[in-house]
């Protein structure tokens, strides 16, 4: 199934290093963030994950069923995982200046400092080999009362990070509810600068025991398309259709 999306995505064909993928959630969660990770393992890329709502855990547990071990590839030091919710569990830690996350008790000029530069220091080890930067659920940075001039910042520097090194690629999901105005602005901003749009919506006519939701393939550079599928998430995957072909 991986394979039939990465093909739907025109990722078979076009190099995915250099450039950046923006996937915008109507719904909760993101299988096509998951279907680019497994990818990523797959091919053995180097993969630097930020979580700022889920554990370690959840990735594992979500990735085994997809057929990659993400604790194996921790221990192998193939991948980095920053995440807040492992640091919550001891504040005095926010006192470290140098904690990712200390911009929860700690204001200042460039709150997000410390993250991005925690996630410039593993990139750095990286130069020399393909690796992708995923950052899941962009918007808990608003809904922690981040300013989003200063997500934006954020996003941006690691976007340029990117740009830096050729061989990395920064996939980034954020959530979007339709009275959340900051949220939808801020979205709208960085699929600008984005190269791979991927927008989810569930389905206008509700739950459907046959489909999950629909995708909209956006592509803001060659060959500068744009796509619409149904899917339908499995427990080991998705399957795509083209609108009016689904098949089960």
């Not at 915008?24 to 890329?45: E, I, K, N, Y």
Request: glycine share 6%; net charge neutral; with cysteine.
């Amino acid at each position: 199934m991986a394979d039939t999306v990465m093909k739907a995505l025109m990722l078979d064909k076009t190099p995915i290093d250099g450039k950046s993928v923006l996937i915008v959630q109507h719904s909760d969660g993101s299988p096509f963030l998951h279907s680019l990770l497994t990818q990523s393992a797959r091919q053995g890329r180097r993969i630097c994950l930020v979580s700022f709502s889920q554990s370690v855990g959840y990735y594992h547990n979500v990735g085994t069923r997809l057929g990659w071990n993400l604790n194996n590839l921790l221990i192998k030091n193939q991948v980095v995982f920053i995440g807040g919710l492992h640091t919550l569990k001891d504040s005095l830690q926010f006192q470290c200046p140098s904690n990712p996350f200390n911009f929860l008790f700690n204001p200042a000029l460039c709150p997000l400092q410390a993250l991005f530069l925690s996630i410039e220091s593993v990139v750095h080890g990286w130069t020399e080999q393909p690796f992708s930067l995923v950052i899941d659920e962009l918007d808990c940075l608003l809904n922690l009362g981040i300013e989003p001039k200063e997500v934006i910042k954020f996003f941006q520097k690691c976007h340029s990070l990117i740009q830096t090194y050729s061989s990395g690629s920064l996939v980034v999901s954020i959530g979007v509810t339709p009275l959340d105005k900051e949220i939808i602005q801020c979205s709208t901003l960085l699929s600008h600068w984005s190269d791979l749009i991927l927008t989810e919506k569930g389905l206008q006519t509700g739950k459907s025991r046959d489909l999950t939701g629909t995708l909209t393939v956006k592509w803001n550079v060659s060959p500068l398309s744009e796509q619409h599928f149904h899917f339908k998430c499995f427990d080991r995957g998705i399957k795509m259709f083209a609108p009016g072909t689904a098949v089960l």
